[in-house]
């Protein structure tokens, strides 16, 4: 079922509601330091190893647990991965940094905010009935994304009824023309405008005074000895065939005809590598995690659901 023009998806609105009443258990990024590094990290078998939250508690990789309000048990935010068709790495592109990503923001989520987070996440596909009910979606190596014609009806219809998409990790210029012609089918009248780091993107929970730049724990390896002399060299992307030298950060906006942000592509940046190595080490936590990743995410998702 498609939603009515105006109608919420699902418990968005609630959800909603409750994000607008929103205080913060901190107020700016220096006071992240306050929060422990995790000691978890990537499951045994490898980068997104784990077949899915399975709805239960095994294989959580040691990160903490909590359970959801039994009163309210709608009034929750799920943090909802897009499985859609294409390629890419291991078992398909949708699948990077799964579920570790996933259930680290979760945590952070319900740690730092006073949104109260589902401990699990779900995964959801564009032709599925319950996508409509989670008002944030992300989509991770979305130059992998190859939809069919049913997945580019139910993906827009989806955005154009309230609907809002985090689209992060694929860095040059071949990988976002790749994802930028597929929004093409999705959203044909729409442009993306490159964000500036004034938009309130950038400062609505957290303050930041640059576009984070996030690589996964080991982008320096082959060309730096150490991570802090690539920290020190400037270098913060990934080995990719680029077009200009640095390659900089984007984050692109889709808008509707009022003035809605229905989602933003984080492109030459993977802010989901730093919330599923957030603890591989503390150098990678201090200087990554905790300063840029979750800053950023949050931002997005607070400004998406008050937006």
Avoid at 64 to 87: C, I, M
Avoid at 198 to 208: A, I, K, R, Y
Avoid at 211 to 237: C, H
Avoid at 288 to 299: A, D, L, R, T, V
């Amino acid at each position: 079922m498609v939603c009515r023009p105006g109608q919420a998806l699902g418990q968005a609105e609630t959800l909603k509601n409750r994000v607008q009443k929103i205080v913060l258990l901190t107020l700016a990024v220096g006071m992240l330091g306050a929060f422990a590094m995790a000691q978890w990290t990537r499951d045994p078998g490898g980068r997104g190893g784990r077949g899915g939250f399975g709805g239960g508690r095994d294989g959580r990789g040691g990160v903490p647990d909590w359970e959801n309000d039994t009163e309210l048990p709608h009034d929750k935010f799920t943090f909802a991965r897009v499985q859609y068709s294409g390629y890419g790495r291991g078992f398909g592109g949708w699948r990077v940094d799964y579920p570790d990503a996933d259930l680290n923001f979760s945590y952070r989520v319900e740690q730092l905010t006073a949104i109260k987070a589902d401990p699990d996440g779900a995964v959801v596909e564009f032709t599925g009935d319950t996508l409509k009910e989670h008002p944030f979606v992300y989509i991770t190596d979305p130059r992998s994304i190859a939809l069919g014609d049913d997945e580019v009806k139910g993906f827009r219809d989806y955005l154009l009824n309230g609907g809002f998409f985090m689209a992060d990790d694929f860095w040059s210029e071949p990988e976002w023309d790749a994802f930028y012609r597929e929004m093409k089918r999705v959203l044909p009248d729409v442009e993306p405008i490159d964000l500036p780091v004034e938009h309130p993107l950038f400062n609505h929970v957290f303050p930041l005074n640059e576009k984070p730049q996030v690589p996964s724990e080991d982008w320096y390896v082959d060309r730096f000895a150490t991570a802090q002399q690539a920290l020190d060299a400037g270098v913060t992307w990934e080995t990719k065939r680029y077009e200009t030298l640095p390659p900089l950060p984007h984050y692109y906006a889709y808008f509707d005809k009022k003035g809605r942000m229905m989602g933003v592509a984080c492109h030459n940046t993977d802010v989901g590598d730093g919330w599923e190595e957030e603890g591989a080490t503390p150098w990678y936590f201090e200087h990554f995690s905790e300063p840029k990743s979750y800053p950023m995410g949050i931002n997005i998702l607070i400004y998406a659901m008050t937006h």
